[in-house]
C-alpha cells in the first residue's frame, strides 16, 4: 500500500471522509462590466465597526458588479461550464457534488463549504471553480463563491478578472454592503466575492464577531444557496484552521504522488475537534499506461 493510500485509509478511518480522484489544472480569463445598487436595510455593531447584515433579500440583479465568464476558453482549460455537457472532468464533478448537495441543507451551516489543501499549489482553486460551476447546473441551487484565501488570492487570475474590494473590506467595516462586494456573472447561478484588500490580521477578522454575523446571513438568507470558500492551505495559515470551525462541510484536496502521509495525519489532526463533514479529493492522478489524468469518487 502506498504512502497515500494509507492515508486516506487512515482519513477514511477517522472522519468517515468521502474521497474523489481527479485531475487538475489552471488559469482563465473573462472581462468585467456593470449594473447597479444593492438594497441593504440594516447593520449590527461589533468591535470592528459596522457590517451590513441583511435583514432583506440583496437585490442582487441591481448590483453594481458583473463579469462576463468566457465559457469556452474555460471549457479549453479542462473548467466545468454549465453548457459544457457530458465530459469526463464534467461527470467527476456530478459525482463529486452530489454527497455534499445531499447534506447541504441537512443542519446548520452544512451548506457553507471549506476547499482546502495540505500545502500550496495542490490544486484547491481549480477544484473550488470546477465545484462551484457544477452546482451551478443545478436546478434547485445556487452558489457563491468567496476567494478567502488571503496570501495568495487565486479566484479573480483564474478567472480572468481584475481583484477588488471584497470580504476582508467588509470585515474591516470599510464597506457595509454585502452586496457592494457580490459579483454576478454570466452564468445565471454563481456568484463571487474576492478576498478583497490583504490585511496583517487576517485569521483575526476571520474569527471576529463580524465574521460570525456574515457566515450566519450568507448561510440562512437564502434556502437554496451554497457557499463555497476556497481557502488558504492549511498547514501553511492559520486562516483556514479558523474559517474550519465554521464551516458544515470540509473539502481536502490531496494532490497525488506528493503531499506525503505526515501532511496529511497533520492535517486531520487539525480537524479532530470539527463537527463538519470531512470529504478528499485525491487530484492529479496519472494512469500507468499513457500518462493521463483520470479520477472516481469513492466511499
Do not use: W
Not at 277 to 283: D, E, G, Q, R, S
Request: with cysteine; glycine share 6%; charged share 20%.
Amino acid at each position: 500500500m502506498s504512502i497515500i493510500e494509507k492515508a486516506i485509509s487512515k482519513l477514511e478511518k477517522e472522519v468517515g471522509n468521502k474521497a474523489a480522484k481527479i485531475s487538475g489544472r489552471s488559469k482563465t480569463r473573462i472581462k468585467s462590466n456593470k449594473e447597479q445598487k444593492p438594497v441593504v436595510t440594516s447593520r449590527k455593531d461589533n468591535l470592528l465597526g459596522n457590517v451590513a447584515v441583511l435583514n432583506e433579500p440583496v437585490n442582487e440583479a441591481a448590483n453594481t458588479n458583473y463579469i462576463d465568464i468566457d465559457l469556452s476558453r474555460l471549457n479549453q482549460l479542462g473548467i466545468v461550464t454549465p453548457t459544457q455537457g457530458k465530459t469526463q472532468i464534467a461527470e467527476q464533478f456530478r459525482i463529486i457534488k452530489r454527497p455534499l448537495l445531499t447534506k447541504a441543507f441537512a443542519k446548520k451551516n452544512n451548506n457553507l463549504i471549506m476547499i482546502t489543501s495540505a500545502l500550496q499549489g495542490e490544486g484547491k482553486s481549480f477544484c473550488s471553480v470546477n465545484l462551484a460551476m457544477s452546482i451551478a447546473s443545478e436546478m434547485d441551487h445556487r452558489v457563491l463563491l468567496i476567494d478567502t484565501d488571503v496570501a495568495r488570492p487565486s479566484i479573480p487570475n483564474l478567472l480572468g478578472f481584475k481583484s477588488q474590494a471584497g470580504l476582508m473590506d467588509i470585515l474591516l467595516g470599510e464597506i457595509n454592503d454585502v452586496g457592494d462586494v457580490l459579483i454576478k456573472t454570466n452564468v445565471e447561478k454563481l456568484s463571487l466575492i474576492t478576498v478583497g484588500t490583504a490585511h496583517s490580521h487576517a485569521t483575526e477578522l476571520l474569527a471576529s464577531q463580524t465574521m460570525v454575523l456574515l457566515l450566519e446571513e450568507l448561510a440562512q438568507r437564502y434556502n437554496d444557496r451554497i457557499v463555497i470558500f476556497d481557502a488558504p492551505p492549511i498547514l501553511l495559515t492559520s486562516e483556514a484552521r479558523v474559517l474550519a470551525e465554521r464551516m458544515g462541510q470540509i473539502v481536502l484536496v490531496v494532490e497525488a504522488e506528493r503531499t506525503t502521509q505526515q501532511a496529511v495525519n497533520h492535517v486531520v489532526s487539525q480537524f479532530n475537534h470539527s463537527k463538519a463533514n470531512i470529504n478528499l479529493i485525491y487530484n492529479k492522478v496519472r494512469t500507468f499506461a499513457a500518462g493521463e489524468y483520470y479520477g472516481y469518487y469513492y466511499s
